[in-house]
């Protein structure tokens, strides 16, 4: 027992009720932070499960509609489209990423004749989804070209701007191409589309029920290694930050999330940019089954948000997007 001078300030006093607790505390999380990714399939009235990722589906553009209206009901302000494409539609080249109809421009049509700007839609610029071979850009005697590559997402960026997408999100780590993006969007009038940089992205270990779901896994040859970033460098990141930001970007994206939450800090305070995180199928999948295997409770779904704000991200790509909003709401 403590005898004696005590020091007069006991920070405990402050955690004392669940109402002090709630007054003081430094960060909060509300459906406002969250960013709803959504898995597009080919057909009519499909929900298809992805087995890696529990409770997440791949649905076909018809279904979007009933989607979107639970977001909306949910206050969630933006989705997020990736699209699984159908093995028949690969090629060396990602020519599917210029097709008016692929499922991604089918899903904005179909979301903003219905929605109007109820809701942002932001979409994916990469051309792994569409590759034979897996990887974000041409490929060339197991090399990715990056000047050849950026020639086709500044295709891509203008397509789904001009299928009405409201936050286009190059997430393809080639040198150079936000300010070619950023050109050729002003260039044809499109300058009120936002331009989100995955600026910060890492060749990590967590992405594989993501590339399960949109049907990349299976093709991809070798690693992605000399694009994406060396995830024992945080210099790195500062350098490509600040160049995705002279060339144009209006928000930039850390990813992966939580094992990144001091690089996050880093872009923050040095920046003062808008940082968006994305907690990815890696993170998402170990929570979800560390919970249904009552390793974890359901608890540790808002703690692994908060850290993201508590670094300082303004916002969070998660799959417990609707989930988190739900019981926030």
């Avoid at 109402?19 to 960060?27: I, P």
């Avoid at 997430?171 to 050109?183: A, F, Q």
Wanted: with cysteine; hydrophobic share 40%.
């Amino acid at each position: 027992m403590i005898t004696g001078k005590y020091p007069a300030l006991r920070l405990r006093r402050n955690r004392k009720f669940d109402w002090t607790r709630r007054l003081l505390r430094e960060n909060d999380l509300s459906s406002n932070d969250l960013i709803l990714p959504i898995f597009l399939t080919d057909g009519k009235n499909k929900t298809t499960k992805i087995s890696n990722m529990p409770g997440v589906c791949r649905y076909s553009v018809d279904k979007l509609p009933k989607i979107i209206d639970n977001a909306l009901k949910n206050k969630i302000p933006m989705i997020a489209l990736f699209p699984e494409t159908n093995k028949n539609k690969k090629n060396s080249l990602g020519t599917e990423a210029l097709n008016e109809n692929n499922l991604v421009c089918q899903a904005i049509r179909r979301i903003k004749n219905k929605f109007k700007n109820e809701i942002g839609i932001m979409t994916d610029v990469a051309l792994d989804p569409y590759t034979s071979h897996g990887h974000d850009g041409i490929l060339k005697e197991n090399n990715i070209l990056n000047d050849e590559t950026i020639d086709i997402l500044v295709k891509q960026s203008l397509l789904q701007a001009q299928m009405g997408c409201d936050v286009i999100a190059p997430s393809d780590m080639m040198d150079g191409r936000i300010g070619s993006i950023r050109k050729e969007l002003d260039k044809k009038k499109f300058t009120n589309v936002q331009l989100l940089s995955y600026a910060v992205k890492y060749a990590s270990n967590f992405y594989g029920p993501f590339r399960e779901a949109v049907g990349s896994k299976t093709y991809l040859k070798g690693d992605k290694k000399t694009y994406q970033m060396d995830f024992s460098n945080s210099d790195e990141a500062i350098r490509e930050v600040a160049l995705d930001i002279k060339e144009g970007a209006d928000i930039v994206m850390v990813k992966p999330g939580m094992p990144y939450l001091d690089i996050i800090n880093a872009i923050k305070n040095k920046f003062k940019i808008p940082v968006f995180a994305y907690q990815v199928s890696g993170e998402y999948s170990l929570i979800k089954n560390g919970i249904q295997k009552k390793i974890i409770n359901e608890n540790a779904i808002i703690e692994s948000l908060l850290s993201f704000k508590r670094a300082g991200a303004n916002a969070i790509v998660t799959y417990f997007a609707n989930e988190v909003a739900n019981k926030l709401n």
